[in-house]
């Protein structure tokens, strides 16, 4: 391993193992919450990294039975690997080193319509715009030299069983080009939720989700605000971060959206 691991923990007790170039950050959290999984969901997570919003779920949710996770760079899959060796994973969290554009050589461990959800935190900035960050590792996390959002759309429609659903966060500045991916790839835009700082300051964040082959009917959610007006987390972002018990199972309990996408 390129640097020398360090492990951050989740409130529910799983240490997860993280280096110089694969942490995690508010906007794992908020996908998390906002992809919700179901008991029953069979889960996979495109470009994991360390592995951070499977590792949430199982840390949270003891019913969830098992999450795949699917990231590019071997150093992601080494700490994904220590992390569920650490925290007594070995039959409930599956990480794969492996390209999403060549699903086809996992077809075995990630079978074409396998998955009733899938979600993905990619990298924010298109090729050829914004600084470019120092190192391999960081570019291929934040700028789509290695899978544009298109590819990430096209790889989670693959995954997905008819009705699937996949999650993923962006910014906001990309609204358009998300929605216009979703589409593209089957993947019809359902929910829309905003997130920001506080309250009346502009979002800095969006989280969207698409079903496979669903009717158009796109729901946009209150926004998620971070920081109370007077400051410190908002109750919603004190749960998120379990700070403090949840007032219901939203992990489990995602938006209903099944009318729409009948």
Known sequence: MADAPSFETLSGGTRIFVSRDH???T??????????????????DLGSGCGIIPLIWLDRNPRLP???????????VELM????KENGLENRFFPYEGDLRRLEDLKTQLPAAGFSLVTCNPPYKAAGSGVPCPGQARLTARHEVSCTLEEVC???ARLLRFGGRFCLCHRPERLTDVLCALRQAGLEPK??????????AAPWLLLAEGRKGSKPFLRVEPPLTVENPGGGFSREMQEIYGLVPEASSPLFSPADTAKESE
């Open 23 to 25: 942490k995690f950050g």
């Open 27 to 44: 906007d794992a959290f908020l996908l998390a919450r906002f992809a919700a999984p179901k008991p029953a969901d069979r889960v996979c």
């Open 66 to 76: 098992s999450v795949h996770a699917l990231e590019l760079q071997s150093q992601g």
């Open 81 to 84: 690997e220590l992390s569920r």
């Open 154 to 156: 096209r790889a989670a």
């Open 191 to 200: 929910r829309l939720r905003l997130v920001q700082q506080r309250e009346g």
